[in-house]
């Protein structure tokens, strides 16, 4: 009887078990023992993917070493062609027979499927929430058809944004913002006569104006808002509703929305398109584009039956701004509200009489004091249902009160500057300081109680309302130096360090503050001013004190969106410490939404 071995046979729990990942990645023979031979040969930890049989597909999911080789593979492919076309002058193919400049756009902007399929997961999770102007579900049905899959100028416009979102792509953002214009400009020189319009150009003008805008390329971002406009008004957006053809003979070149959900993402894109001009002359103080004469599109109705195609009560803006049923205003159209009001007072005192001489400055002509005074007493205010404390937190209500409190300052800050001498009472002046104060406290407040989300979560454009609050309580502690106010404005500086982890919008604003107020680091508490010096003077990337809720927190949801916080949880403000009244008044006017007569009755 030999004394030889048998070789070791698999034991039957082991016969339907595919190869080990380290023999599947080598090519090797597996034993599909635990450990198994080639594993303990070179010393590999043997692992097994877990409910994967031999007749089962293989999964979908690589891992992020598989997917960076993969990466690497593709980069070396690009260059191989970029050399190839350099030395012959022709446009190479790929195995599929796409012209692979295509395919691969840069060296950064190549990504493979589980990266795409990552971003899109990030976009919708994160970017969706704020710029709501895709329809996921109708996104997923178009990119599972080959002939309705939306342009890649528009999905990478997506990525891009979605790369800001995660270390892991971060560094490809830019990239794919600048492949998304070059494609995007590259379909408008094919089509010179506009003839096949459709929403995905103005959908990437829009997501490129706000990659711009975070990423303080503002001068470009609002030339990319003004090609946004000017799509939506030749596909006539602006005249979705209540308006025919007998009215407009040129909606018949225009194809009506097939369904409710069509017509919705349509009304989106313009009040989208329509936001970002009103931004521009807040911000920047442009004239206006779009003319709020012109508009007979109805308001969007709430995110939640936007995704889930459902009826909602809506009205026209005109309608908006005096109706006693605020009620039904969702959060996205009372945004535009809040933006229509403030542009337009901002408009006004950028106004010019015409029939003045023209040295004579705006402020001592255009501007009388009765004008300035009307300026001095504005306070801008959201519905009751909206406002807190009166409803829990989420991003968008978070944002939306904020934002109407940056744009009292805002208001303010415009209507003092073109104060003369002698131009407007002590009495309304200081009126003027307390509203300011008051505004900025409720949105150090909002930031206190929401300092635990997620700062990916938080709107791109909450840096520049803290920028907003920042300058209203600078300007009263500069005048008064009263103590109780270093608090809360070092409590801003610190929460704008904090997003610029995520925002180059922060890095700017703190700059301009420092331009602005060259004097306030070194007037305010030592301690303080140290810590911060680094942002005032060489930007550092530090973390910042404020615990504001880190990149590494976020997870990648499914491809869905939750219209409730991503996290599923809101946060109550407590009635007393938020300092409002019991009482609100329930018009849906020019008094509730702001323009307030002066005095006012008191706090907001």
Same mark, same amino acid.
């Given at each position: 009887?030999?004394?030889?071995?048998?070789?070791?046979?698999?034991?039957?729990?082991?016969?339907?078990?595919?190869?080990?990942?380290?023999?599947?990645?080598?090519?090797?023979?597996?034993?599909?023992?635990?450990?198994?031979?080639?594993?303990?040969?070179?010393?590999?930890?043997?692992?097994?993917?877990?409910?994967?049989?031999?007749?089962?597909?293989?999964?979908?999911?690589?891992?992020?070493?598989?997917?960076?080789?993969?990466?690497?593979?593709?980069?070396?492919?690009?260059?191989?062609?970029?050399?190839?076309?350099?030395?012959?002058?022709?446009?190479?193919?790929?195995?599929?027979?796409?012209?692979?400049?295509?395919?691969?756009?840069?060296?950064?902007?190549?990504?493979?499927?589980?990266?795409?399929?990552?971003?899109?997961?990030?976009?919708?999770?994160?970017?969706?929430?704020?710029?709501?102007?895709?329809?996921?579900?109708?996104?997923?049905?178009?990119?599972?058809?080959?002939?309705?899959?939306?342009?890649?100028?528009?999905?990478?416009?997506?990525?891009?944004?979605?790369?800001?979102?995660?270390?892991?792509?971060?560094?490809?953002?830019?990239?794919?913002?600048?492949?998304?214009?070059?494609?995007?400009?590259?379909?408008?020189?094919?089509?010179?006569?506009?003839?096949?319009?459709?929403?995905?150009?103005?959908?990437?003008?829009?997501?490129?104006?706000?990659?711009?805008?975070?990423?303080?390329?503002?001068?470009?971002?609002?030339?990319?808002?003004?090609?946004?406009?000017?799509?939506?008004?030749?596909?006539?957006?602006?005249?979705?509703?209540?308006?025919?053809?007998?009215?407009?003979?040129?909606?018949?070149?225009?194809?009506?929305?097939?369904?409710?959900?069509?017509?919705?993402?349509?009304?989106?894109?313009?009040?989208?398109?329509?936001?970002?001009?009103?931004?521009?002359?807040?911000?920047?103080?442009?004239?206006?584009?779009?003319?709020?004469?012109?508009?007979?599109?109805?308001?969007?109705?709430?995110?939640?039956?936007?995704?889930?195609?459902?009826?909602?009560?809506?009205? %026209?803006?005109?309608?908006?701004?005096?109706?006693?049923?605020?009620?039904?205003?969702?959060? %996205?159209?009372?945004?535009?509200?809040?933006?229509?009001?403030?542009?337009?007072?901002?408009?006004?005192?950028?106004?010019?009489?015409?029939?003045?001489?023209?040295?004579?400055?705006?402020?001592?002509?255009?501007?009388?004091?009765?004008?300035?005074?009307?300026?001095?007493?504005?306070?801008?205010?959201?519905?009751?249902?909206?406002?807190?404390?009166?409803?829990?937190?989420?991003?968008?209500?978070?944002?939306?009160?904020?934002?109407?409190?940056?744009?009292?300052?805002?208001?303010?800050?415009?209507?003092?500057?073109?104060?003369?001498?002698?131009?407007?009472?002590?009495?309304?002046?200081?009126?003027?300081?307390?509203?300011?104060?008051?505004?900025?406290?409720?949105?150090?407040?909002?930031?206190?109680?929401?300092?635990?989300?997620?700062?990916?979560?938080?709107?791109?454009?909450?840096?520049?309302?803290?920028?907003?609050?920042?300058?209203? %309580?600078?300007?009263?502690?500069?005048?008064?130096?009263?103590?109780?106010?270093?608090?809360?404005?070092?409590?801003?500086?610190?929460?704008?360090?904090? %997003?610029?982890?995520?925002?180059?919008?922060?890095?700017?604003?703190?700059?301009?503050?420092?331009?602005?107020?060259?004097?306030?680091?070194?007037?305010?508490?030592?301690?303080?001013?140290?810590?911060?010096?680094?942002?005032?003077?060489?930007?550092?990337?530090?973390?910042?004190?404020?615990?504001?809720?880190?990149?590494?927190?976020?997870?990648?949801?499914?491809?869905?969106?939750?219209?409730?916080?991503?996290?599923?949880?809101?946060?109550?403000?407590?009635?007393?410490?938020?300092?409002?009244?019991?009482?609100?008044?329930?018009?849906?006017?020019?008094?509730?939404?702001?323009?307030?007569?002066?005095?006012?009755?008191?706090?907001?």
């Amino acid at each position: 009887m030999s004394d030889s071995k048998q070789p070791p046979q698999p034991s039957p729990s082991t016969l339907g078990r595919m190869a080990c990942s380290f023999c599947r990645r080598r090519k090797l023979k597996c034993d599909r023992r635990t450990p198994c031979e080639s594993c303990q040969k070179f010393g590999f930890d043997c692992k097994y993917a877990a409910g994967i049989s031999s007749g089962s597909s293989r999964p979908d999911l690589k891992s992020s070493r598989v997917r960076q080789l993969e990466d690497r593979l593709g980069r070396v492919e690009h260059l191989l062609h970029s050399k190839n076309k350099r030395d012959t002058g022709t446009t190479p193919t790929n195995s599929t027979g796409k012209d692979a400049a295509f395919e691969w756009d840069s060296d950064d902007a190549s990504l493979d499927s589980g990266a795409i399929r990552m971003l899109e997961e990030k976009y919708f999770e994160f970017v969706h929430p704020v710029i709501n102007i895709i329809h996921p579900a109708r996104y997923a049905e178009r990119m599972r058809d080959p002939d309705t899959r939306p342009p890649i100028y528009l999905r990478q416009a997506m990525w891009a944004l979605a790369a800001t979102t995660t270390d892991l792509y971060s560094d490809r953002c830019e990239a794919l913002y600048q492949s998304s214009r070059r494609h995007l400009e590259e379909d408008e020189l094919k089509n010179p006569g506009m003839e096949a319009i459709n929403l995905a150009p103005a959908q990437t003008w829009i997501l490129i104006a706000m990659y711009e805008l975070n990423h303080g390329y503002f001068h470009r971002a609002w030339m990319s808002t003004s090609r946004s406009v000017r799509l939506v008004q030749m596909m006539r957006l602006h005249r979705l509703d209540g308006v025919t053809q007998v009215m407009d003979p040129t909606l018949r070149f225009v194809q009506a929305p097939p369904d409710l959900t069509d017509a919705e993402e349509r009304r989106r894109i313009f009040w989208v398109t329509y936001i970002m001009d009103r931004s521009s002359c807040i911000s920047m103080g442009f004239p206006a584009l779009i003319d709020e004469r012109d508009i007979r599109t109805l308001l969007p109705v709430s995110n939640a039956a936007f995704e889930n195609s459902t009826k909602e009560r809506c009205l %026209f803006l005109s309608d908006a701004l005096t109706t006693q049923t605020s009620n039904d205003l969702s959060a %996205f159209a009372a945004q535009i509200v809040i933006v229509s009001l403030c542009g337009s007072k901002l408009a006004e005192l950028q106004r010019y009489d015409p029939t003045a001489a023209p040295l004579e400055s705006a402020g001592s002509i255009w501007l009388q004091p009765q004008r300035l005074g009307g300026a001095l007493t504005t306070e801008f205010r959201v519905p009751e249902h909206l406002s807190v404390p009166f409803t829990p937190l989420d991003p968008i209500t978070a944002f939306l009160n904020m934002s109407a409190f940056g744009c009292t300052i805002s208001v303010h800050r415009a209507a003092r500057a073109q104060l003369g001498q002698d131009s407007v009472s002590e009495v309304i002046l200081t009126q003027s300081r307390k509203l300011c104060v008051e505004a900025a406290s409720k949105i150090v407040m909002i930031m206190k109680v929401t300092s635990h989300w997620n700062i990916l979560s938080f709107n791109p454009w909450t840096s520049y309302t803290l920028y907003l609050a920042c300058v209203g %309580f600078a300007n009263a502690w500069l005048e008064e130096r009263d103590p109780a106010l270093e608090a809360p404005l070092s409590f801003l500086l610190e929460s704008l360090r904090a %997003f610029k982890k995520t925002s180059a919008l922060a890095t700017i604003m703190l700059s301009d503050i420092n331009i602005e107020f060259p004097s306030l680091l070194g007037q305010l508490d030592k301690q303080l001013a140290e810590s911060l010096s680094d942002d005032f003077l060489a930007f550092s990337g530090t973390c910042a004190p404020v615990q504001i809720g880190s990149r590494e927190r976020s997870t990648a949801s499914d491809f869905s969106v939750d219209p409730d916080f991503t996290n599923g949880t809101t946060d109550m403000l407590n009635l007393e410490e938020f300092d409002m009244p019991q009482e609100s008044p329930d018009a849906w006017d020019l008094n509730l939404y702001g323009l307030s007569p002066f005095p006012f009755g008191g706090r907001l």
